[in-house]
Structure formats: C-alpha cells, structure tokens
T-cell receptor, first 111, second 113 residues
C-alpha cells in the first residue's frame, strides 16, 4: 500500500461546479497534509495545508481532514477552466521532514 | 525573493555522459530537497539536506547518483554515468525550519538518449 494514494482521474467537472478531490494515507502518525497544484510542464505550487480535523477554507478552496478515517479532501467551489491542473496530496511521513506525495489527480474543468 | 532557482531548464545528453543539475534555495531556508518526477512513479524524494548536511539519501536510486551542498546557497545533483531510464523532471525544493510547506524550483527536464 502506498503511503499517500489518490485517484489519477481525470476528473471532469463543468465550469461553476464543485470539484471534489480525495486522498487517503496509511501512516496514522501523519499530522500535516498539503495540497499542491501542478499545471502541465510547471512545478508544484502549494495551495492549502491542514493540520487539524475538520475543514479549512481559503477563498474557493476548502481542505477537509478526517484522521479517524485517514482521508483528506480538497473542494474547489465555482470551478474555473484555470483550475484545470493536476492536484497532488502530500503528507509528512517517517519522522516529519520528508513530504511524501500521491501520484496526483488530474482535474479538467469544462466550459 | 527570486524563489528556488534551478539550472539548466532542459538537458539532453547521451547515455554514459555525466550530468550535473544545480539548485539555489531561497535565502534563509534550512532544508533542501531533491525530487524526481516521472509519469509512472510520480514525485519521488531522492535526498534532503538540513543546514547543508545530507540527512536522508535513501531515495537515491543507485551509486550513479550523488548530491552535494557545499554551502547554504548551492546544491548539485550529479548522475554519472547517465542512462536512458534517468530521463525525468528533477525538482529542487526548500523550506524554512518550523514552516512545513516546500517551495519548488522550476525543475530540470533531463533526457538521456
């Protein structure tokens, strides 16, 4: 089992809809979780992080963490074509200094 | 701040040649990470440094790979000899102690033919 798992997609949503991206992790000791956005041919860019159970909102983005079920999700409200990218979930594993990434979910927002 | 700076952006080399990738982290960042990204395996951590000291190189694929950080503002990743299976995008990232998010450089796309 991979330490951080994501559905590779693609996930297609119409413009204006809510996009829901999910991630599960295996290390119960993981405390912090990150969502990166990566446009094709570009480097990953940090968009959200969450440490506590529950929801964290930043503009159109909401990160959700459920430690009991070991999953993290990212909701994007009012999806725009510019949100089309690969979204990478990551967490610290093995002692706290190494970010382990999932393989990413490709999101396509269609007009 | 100029961000994490990597060079070159693209490198095409022949099998067996030595390749050196370079990285300048953000000033004041204590940690530096080298990752490799491929379609098949995603982002894989190769090695990371804390205050210029290598801490964990368990992700380095084999002895052909080596990394150094001679000072706080410069790191290299060297592959010698290079092989076609080393073709990937290599990212450098850095972060401050006490802040957990990384900042990535723009990456080096390596093609070994």
């Amino acid at each position: 089992q991979k330490e951080v798992e994501q559905n590779s997609g693609p996930l297609s949503v119409p413009e204006g809809a809510i996009a829901s991206l999910n991630c599960t992790y295996s290390d119960r000791g993981s405390q912090s979780f990150f969502w990166y956005r990566q446009y094709s041919g570009k480097s990953p860019e940090l968009i959200m992080f969450i440490y506590s159970n529950g929801d964290k909102e930043d503009g159109r983005f909401t990160a959700q963490l459920n430690k009991a079920s070991q999953y993290v999700s990212l909701l994007i409200r009012d999806s725009q074509p510019s949100d089309s990218a690969t979204y990478l979930c990551a967490s610290y594993t093995g002692g706290g200094n190494k970010l382990t990434f999932g393989t990413g979910t490709q999101l396509k927002v269609e007009l | 701040d100029a961000g994490v700076i990597q060079s070159p952006r693209h490198e095409v080399t022949e099998m067996g040649q030595e390749v050196t990738l370079r990285c300048k982290p953000i000033s004041g960042h204590d940690y530096l990470f080298w990752y490799r990204q491929t379609m098949m395996r995603g982002l894989e951590l190769l090695i990371y440094f804390n205050n210029n000291v290598p801490i964990d190189d368990s992700g380095m694929p084999e002895d052909r790979f080596s990394a150094k950080m001679p000072n706080a503002s410069f790191s290299t990743l060297k592959i010698q000899p290079s092989e076609p299976r080393d073709s990937a995008v290599y990212f450098c990232a850095s972060r401050r102690d006490g802040y957990y998010g990384y900042t990535f450089g723009s990456g080096t796309r390596l093609t070994v033919v």
